[in-house]
């Protein structure tokens, strides 16, 4: 008898902690607004926010595959299903047309949507968390006058229970960090403010530091470099292959053009943030490049920082190569030489030799497989190198073949292992769902 009611006991306690667990995730709704005339904001404001748009890859996120700007839509692929973005264009029903500035800011810092729902993080409000208010009432300006468009995305195809928001709740309890932006005292005002960049709207981490299991970036590797959508994200620390070769002019000119003599191409999802990067004025990239390099430098590569190191030397095995990888040496010769053979036209144009680039020398074939199936493809409104797509004209085997024939024609590295199953993987990986 005593032991049952123990038991009852218990299970009620236990039901009640629940409950009580459940209370504490509740968030308040907030009131609706209608929505504020476009002329009721500064055009000082707007042109700000929307530079900080476009540092921030708004609409990269928030923009569908030949869909209105800022409309939504746009599936984002993750290990737990995929989500859609939202509509942030001013509409009132579908958009955030009736979201008032303090219900956009409680979304950008807590990640709370207007009607008290968690937000997923694949919107990175914990990085928008430590952007200034005057930032964020400028960012709020500039999509409150955009066109509003009514569109409502596609619903989220989450793993059970994954759709289930209040478990957000305990997410952020674990992985997101409230504390605001603090300036380092010992560092220059440039170098502040790119941290403030890169750490807030910039977002970098999130693509270039490795998540754990939860999908939360690992606090303890910050930059150690990353996976997004199939490609690496290479570290931007000391441990990127070719740290001491990046300086603050070569990574400021790389981050707007996407193009670097050294290092190759911003191929795959980092082609949109130097998109986005391009519109934006020198001086902020500048200082997202002042505060990035001094994350690569170590001890000995600071010296040297910048400077081409004779690692940095063109290397080209092509006699060694064709002997030994003749199905690669064909197919490069035959579809790819036109553009990356020696002495085609387009090497005499201050452009990386396929020797510079990280992809090719790094520890997995990842970004040589993606570029090789995807391509480069063109951005709007940016002028920068183009390549074709292969998807649909090699088989697997093809890519394999000439992947390792690129490894050991550019690079003194050693062969890659299993790039056939590599191939299949990032067909899988790389395809949008
Ligand atoms: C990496 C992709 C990504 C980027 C970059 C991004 N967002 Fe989002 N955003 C999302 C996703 C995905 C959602 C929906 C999350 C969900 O359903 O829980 C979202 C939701 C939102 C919401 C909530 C809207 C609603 O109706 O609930 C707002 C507001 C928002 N984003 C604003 C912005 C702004 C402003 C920027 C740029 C400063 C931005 N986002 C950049 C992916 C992104
Ligand atoms: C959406 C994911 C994503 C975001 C956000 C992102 N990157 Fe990248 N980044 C990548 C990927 C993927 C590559 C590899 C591209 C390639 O192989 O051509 C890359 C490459 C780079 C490189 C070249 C590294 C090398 O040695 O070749 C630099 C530098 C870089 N990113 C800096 C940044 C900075 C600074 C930011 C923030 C302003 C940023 N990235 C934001 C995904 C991202
Ligand atoms: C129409 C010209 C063209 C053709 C054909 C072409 N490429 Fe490219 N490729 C480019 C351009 C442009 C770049 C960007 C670098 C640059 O501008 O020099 C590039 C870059 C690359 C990169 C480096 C990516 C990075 O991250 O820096 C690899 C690897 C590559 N191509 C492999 C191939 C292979 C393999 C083939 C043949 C199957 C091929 N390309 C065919 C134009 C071409």
């Not at 009721?40 to 540092?55: H, M, N, Q, R, Y």
């Not at 807030?200 to 999908?215: E, F, Q, R, V």
């Amino acid at each position: 008898m005593r032991f049952r009611t123990c038991l009852l006991g218990g299970a009620a306690l236990a039901i009640l902690g629940a409950c009580g667990a459940y209370a504490l995730t509740l968030r308040s709704s907030m009131a609706a607004i209608t929505p504020p005339s476009q002329a009721s904001f500064d055009k000082v404001t707007v042109e700000k926010g929307a530079i900080l748009a476009a540092i921030a890859d708004c609409t990269v996120c928030h923009t569908a595959p030949g869909g209105e700007p800022f409309a939504g839509g746009l599936p984002l692929k993750t290990p737990f299903g995929t989500l859609y973005s939202t509509n942030i264009t001013p509409e009132e029903t579908t958009g955030v047309g009736s979201w008032s500035l303090e219900a956009f800011k409680r979304a950008m810092r807590e990640g709370v949507d207007r009607q008290g729902d968690y937000l997923y993080p694949a919107f990175p409000y914990t990085h928008y968390n430590h952007v200034a208010d005057d930032d964020l009432a400028a960012l709020y300006a500039f999509l409150m006058t955009r066109r509003p468009v009514k569109a409502t995305p596609p619903p989220n195809d989450l793993i059970p229970p994954l759709g289930f928001r209040p478990l957000l709740a305990g997410w952020n309890l674990l992985f997101l960090d409230e504390a605001p932006f603090a300036p380092a005292e010992d560092q220059s005002a440039e170098w502040n403010r790119g941290a403030y960049l890169v750490e807030g709207l910039g977002h970098c981490g999130l693509c270039h530091t490795p998540l754990n299991l939860a999908g939360a970036e690992k606090t303890s590797k910050t930059f150690a470099g990353g996976v997004a959508e199939g490609w690496t994200a290479p570290p931007l620390d000391a441990s990127n292959p070719n740290a001491a070769r990046w300086s603050v002019d070569r990574l400021t000119a790389y981050l707007r053009s996407g193009l670097d003599a050294e290092h190759g191409v911003a191929a795959g999802p980092m082609g949109p943030v130097t998109h986005g990067l391009s519109t934006v004025p020198e001086g902020e990239v500048r200082a997202i490049a002042v505060y990035i390099t001094s994350k690569m430098e170590t001890g000995e590569s600071a010296q040297q920082h910048g400077e081409s190191l004779p690692a940095a030397k063109p290397l080209d095995n092509a006699e060694e190569a064709a002997a030994t990888h003749q199905a690669g040496a064909a197919i490069f010769a035959g579809a790819c030489a036109g553009c990356h053979g020696t002495g085609a036209p387009m090497s005499s144009d201050g452009r990386p030799s396929l020797a510079l680039t990280t992809d090719l020398a790094a520890d997995d074939p990842r970004n040589t497989i993606q570029t090789i199936l995807q391509g480069i493809p063109e951005l709007a409104g940016q002028k920068r190198p183009l390549m074709p797509s292969f998807a649909g004209v090699f088989s697997d085997r093809d890519v394999a073949e000439v992947t390792a024939y690129l490894r050991v024609r550019f690079t003194d590295q050693p062969a890659w292992p299993n790039l056939h199953d590599a191939v299949v993987e990032a067909r899988n990986e790389g395809e949008k769902p």
